[in-house]
């Protein structure tokens, strides 16, 4: 495939002129009928790797995703490119016969050049059945760390995937991707769909613009917090606690104290939680007080700083939740109040749960004490948890956290943990 075709296509079909990180390889790997493995940040543009060769082949690809509304989500916008409705399809349980029967007839015209199924509709014999006699450019399985036990959103559906997508064609292309960069679960990933021969393709996860910091978390947390924001008035900012309890009683205190401030959480109603969102999102409020119900699709660019009243229960989700945080390069300060009580009450909160889940689960805590507790660069404790050699003399935003700037000895560290 020529080269000028592929951004000849990139122009045509999304209106961009280039390709963003490691995008361009990961294209023309699945053009060339590889089997392809990408490890992105979130926001780093995966889904074109996949949705651009599907555009450009001849064929359906199958995108397997674990959640019907994203599905949704891309298959109106890849309908919203072109003139073809039947571009791209979701083929999930919610559809009628009549819906059924269009779907199958635009991906055996050749018409569809994506559908997006959930992986326990894949599952189902009529649609193996028919997918079997189908042309099939390749399968891409998003959020591939589903797969994994050792990711933060095992799905037990995910480990029949490769069964399936042998019995669909057994030289159909496979495309993992995730934003999950532990090398555990990439292991797992690649053993489980059998393909440790895939190209692989990893962008780096530094996020230079990010400064890190761990304060022990005392009773005067509240007026930590409140002292913080005040000295980022006008600034946006997202504050995370673990409980819906907290929640309300941190946005109180923040409202009291004159800060524009709003909760969101899973127990506020529909309604009440999309006009908190807007606030935030058009600054009408500076300050979004939430559980981690909050953020999935939330894309503000210019969020400056990220606080976790509580240490969340792994480094990748406090990598997600601080991540969202300066998204458009500027600014991001991320503030974590850290107390050893706190990762006791995480513990307590899973011995309900199988053992094997458990034991998993409290690994993942440890790495979570160890990164508060750390002495050395957060930045490098970060990028070595997701496998990337990071050196903080040299690297991009070497000198952005706490440890860097302000070198303490660990045992004072402790120490302050345990007031
Ligand atoms: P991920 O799945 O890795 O989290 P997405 O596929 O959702 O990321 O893409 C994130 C954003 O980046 C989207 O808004 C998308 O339109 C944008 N994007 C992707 N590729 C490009 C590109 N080559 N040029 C400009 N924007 C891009
Ligand atoms: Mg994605």
Known sequence: MAEIDIYAALKKYFGFTRFKGLQEEVVKSILGGHNTFVVMPTGGGKSLCYQLPALMQDGTAIVVSPLIALMKNQVDALRSLSSEEGIAHVLNSSLNKTEVKKVKSDIASGVTKLLYVAPESLTKEEYVDFLQTQKISFMAIDEAHCISEWGHDFRPEYRNLKSIIQRIGSDIPIIGLTATATPKVQEDILKNLN?????????????????????????????????????????????????????????????????????????????????????????????????????????????????????????????QETGRAGRDGGEGHCLAFYSYKDIEKLEKFMSGKPVAEQEIGHALLQEVVAFAETSISRRKFILHYFGEEFDNETGEGGMMDDNMRHPKKKHEAKDDAKQ
């Open 195 to 319: 393909m440790q021969d895939a190209h692989t393709f990893k962008a780096s996860f530094n996020r230079p613009n990010l400064y890190y910091e761990i304060r022990p978390k005392t009773k005067n947390v509240d007026s930590d917090i409140i002292r913080f924001v005040k000295q980022n008035e006008g600034k946006s900012g997202i504050i995370y606690c673990l409980s819906r309890k907290r929640v309300e009683e941190l946005a109180q205190a923040l409202q009291v104290n004159g800060i524009k401030a709003v909760p969101y959480h899973a127990g506020l109603d529909g309604k009440t939680r999309v006009k908190h969102q807007d606030m935030f999102l058009m600054e009408d409020v500076d300050v979004v007080v939430a559980t981690i119900a909050f953020g999935m699709g939330i894309d503000k660019p210019d969020v400056r700083f990220v606080i976790h009243n509580d240490m969340p229960k792994s480094i990748e989700s406090y990598y």
